[in-house]
């Protein structure tokens, strides 16, 4: 018997290349959120307690202005989640929603996990607003948000794995089992965590670029953007590597045959490299800081955009040999419910856009942090 429920009584209401590229740029967007979120706590902690350690007016000032960031930062993490969290139900629900149940007890306390870490990034930024030491906090929120990805990473590797779901529901069916006996999950993790390095590096040459930093504080920011960069990437290859070695036979070998797929394997190695070499040269020299910012961001993004096609593909191929097709789910589309979707959806854009104006035009605060 196929292991994963055969009903779905209610066919799809818009194309499915409609919704999967809808998800697909949504989750991007939220992966470079949870990127920001997960590196600059990472490192916001650790340079507050050197500076805390050494009495450095830059390390305290660098501190600071990560810690004011990331409660925005969090909201972007969960406001860009709840979209490819709906997509992915609509094009995946009878293989998530099994193991969103296996689960559960884990699944559910996201929501707390999510409100306790969320409720000290406050605080983090309040005290580095004081003036006040912040570790003890920090450390525990960036603790709480490292347990939410590898609660993500359990669900989305089990929903993966109709093979095991009947053993471990007969084994408890009170939702209290991690997908604990899949051999890709801590690679898989430790990708994630690895690679939101890289993308904060990115980040902290563009915030290297504010004209109201003192000098100190913007080359730091210039040089410890490259090294997060070059370093973590090649940690983020090494688990990368081994979490494509360990995907059940045949499934890489059609992620790259396929042509829709192919280009962003080469893509991702090539954003990578490039964006490595740009690490360095940002490293190294303060010349052309803004464009060296601008390509160091840009190459994250679309490094982060082949990670997340490549994800796909081994969904779907995975999914595709337990007899999961997402393409042959039925569809009737309800057009005018698309159209109005697709008004709002640019409308909104369209008023991100002016609020960016806004913020522009507005006087520039302040930061001191020392
Ligand atoms: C601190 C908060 C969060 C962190 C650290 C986080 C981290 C992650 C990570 C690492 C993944 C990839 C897992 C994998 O594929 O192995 C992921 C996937 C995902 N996250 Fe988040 N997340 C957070 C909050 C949220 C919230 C609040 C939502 C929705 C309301 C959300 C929605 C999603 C969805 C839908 C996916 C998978 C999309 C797909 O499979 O296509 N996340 N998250």
């Given at each position: 018997m196929m292991p994963i429920p055969s009903v779905d009584p209610i066919p799809l209401p818009a194309p499915i290349w409609l919704f999967k590229l809808l998800h697909l740029v949504t989750f991007a967007l939220h992966l470079v959120a949870v990127d920001l979120l997960i590196a600059g706590l990472a490192v916001g902690v650790t340079l507050h307690v050197i500076s805390r350690w050494s009495h450095s007016a830059t390390l305290t000032q660098v501190s600071g202005l990560l810690a004011h960031r990331l409660p925005t930062v969090m909201a972007y993490v969960i406001n860009l989640g709840i979209p490819p969290l709906l997509f992915a139900q609509v094009l995946y629900g009878r293989a998530l929603y099994t193991s969103s149940v296996l689960m559960g007890a884990y699944w559910i306390s996201v929501i707390f996990l999510l409100m306790a870490s969320y409720y000290g990034l406050y605080v983090v930024a309040k005290r580095a607003d004081q003036r006040k030491g912040w570790t003890s906090t920090g450390l525990a929120s960036l603790l709480l948000v490292l347990t939410i990805a590898f609660i993500y990473s359990n669900n989305m590797t089990l929903m993966?794995?109709?093979?095991v779901w009947s053993a471990m529901y007969h084994a408890?069916?009170?939702?209290?089992?991690?997908?604990?006996?899949?051999?890709t999950l801590i690679a898989r993790w430790l990708f994630f965590v690895s690679g939101a390095f890289p993308v904060t590096g990115a980040a902290l040459l563009l915030l290297?670029?504010?004209?109201?930093?003192d000098d100190d504080t913007r080359a730091f920011l210039r040089r410890f953007g490259g090294v997060l960069i070059a370093a973590l990437l090649i940690a983020q290859t090494v688990f990368g590597e081994q979490a494509l070695a360990l995907q059940p036979s045949g499934v890489m070998s059609q992620v790259g045959a396929d042509a829709l797929y192919r280009p962003f394997t080469y893509g991702w190695a090539a954003t990578a490299a490039l964006l490595g070499a740009l690490g360095l040269v940002a490293l190294v020299t303060r010349r052309m800081a803004g464009v060296l910012a601008i390509g160091a961001a840009l190459l994250a993004f679309l490094n982060v955009v082949c990670e997340v096609l490549v994800r796909d593909g081994i969904r779907d191929y995975t999914l595709r040999d337990h007899g999961?097709?997402?393409?042959n789910r039925s569809v009737v589309t309800n057009w005018s419910v698309v159209g109005i979707f697709l008004f709002l959806f640019v409308a909104a854009l369209g008023f991100l856009g002016y609020l960016v104006t806004v913020m522009k035009a507005a006087k520039p605060m302040e930061e001191k942090y020392v």
């Open positions: 993966l794995r109709p093979q408890n069916p009170s939702g209290v089992q991690l997908n604990h006996s899949d051999p290297a670029l504010k004209s109201d930093l999961f097709e997402v393409w």
